[in-house]
């Protein structure tokens, strides 16, 4: 599918690079962006061929927030048309949150607003030093209510509370001390370098077993979802009690304890430096 606002690669070892492609505009969110970034995430990142999922923007900046073309057209929204629209972008932000493959994130420039909304659903964040953070939306009249959830999932209700409401811009420092990015380095070049690392550590992963680890991290750590649990105990029981008997968890035991790499990798050839 061609996009517009996107540019779309996939290699062969399953890793689907998604560039948001507005680089004139910072790459900034509008409602044809919402749609398209949806459309990859309900249908493309869940071909059996993706592995794991890159999200990058374009140009100096990720992603500045919203398109103020966009946001002018708002402006005359009737409520219910409003509501539409803020329902497909909260729609957008769950089905990337939901995404059953690895999310990685490779943050520059700058992360504004809805910006942050789409580095809080990433599993993991590469940021470079000089990127900037902020949670803006107060100073326009407006909150953070799409992205919160997410938001507040990363760095929790304490920090939620500074930056929401301060609106104030913060250092990719700052942004791993409080949990919104997990590596600063200190430009695009070395964040490369610690993708392809990143990368071939989560390629030697059972394809299933990262979907389920997904799933569990999401069921356990989401309020409403974990009080849905009736029976917490039995539950992660059953999880990994599925796991050792599915093909990919007899696979991937048998192989460790024979030395050899696992199916799902290329070859399964013996791996002399397995341990």
Request: hydrophobic letters at 40%; a neutral charge.
């Amino acid at each position: 599918m061609t996009y517009r606002t996107l540019k779309i690669q996939q290699d062969g070892r399953g890793v689907l690079s998604i560039h948001l492609n507005r680089p004139d505009i910072r790459n900034a969110f509008n409602d044809e962006m919402i749609s398209e970034l949806t459309q990859v995430f309900v249908k493309e990142a869940l071909g059996s061929e993706v592995r794991v999922i890159v999200l990058r923007g374009e140009g100096p900046v990720f992603c500045a927030g919203g398109d103020l073309n966009w946001m002018k057209k708002a402006v005359d929204y009737s409520y219910q048309e409003n509501l539409d629209d803020t329902q497909r972008l909260s729609a957008l932000f769950a089905s990337m949150n939901e995404c059953q493959k690895p999310l990685i994130g490779l943050i520059h420039g700058a992360a504004i607003g809805g910006g942050v909304g789409l580095v809080s659903v990433c599993d993991f964040l590469i940021a470079t030093s000089e990127t900037v953070f902020s949670l803006s939306e107060v100073r326009l009249g407006i909150v953070p209510a799409c992205i919160g959830p997410f938001v507040i999932a990363k760095i929790g209700p304490s920090q939620a509370r500074r930056y929401f409401l301060s609106a104030e811009r913060f250092s990719a420092s700052q942004a791993r001390e409080i949990g919104l990015v997990h590596e600063v380095v200190p430009g695009q070049g070395e964040a490369q370098e610690y993708l392809d690392g990143l990368l071939g550590q989560i390629l030697q992963s059972s394809p299933n077993a990262l979907k389920v680890a997904k799933q569990l991290i999401l069921d356990l750590s989401w309020p409403e979802r974990r009080s849905r649990l009736k029976d917490y105990l039995g539950y992660i029981s059953k999880t990994l009690s599925d796991l050792r008997v599915s093909v990919e968890g007899q696979e991937g035991v048998r192989a460790f304890l024979e030395k050899r790499r696992p199916a799902w990798l290329l070859g399964g050839k013996k791996d002399e430096h397995s341990s």
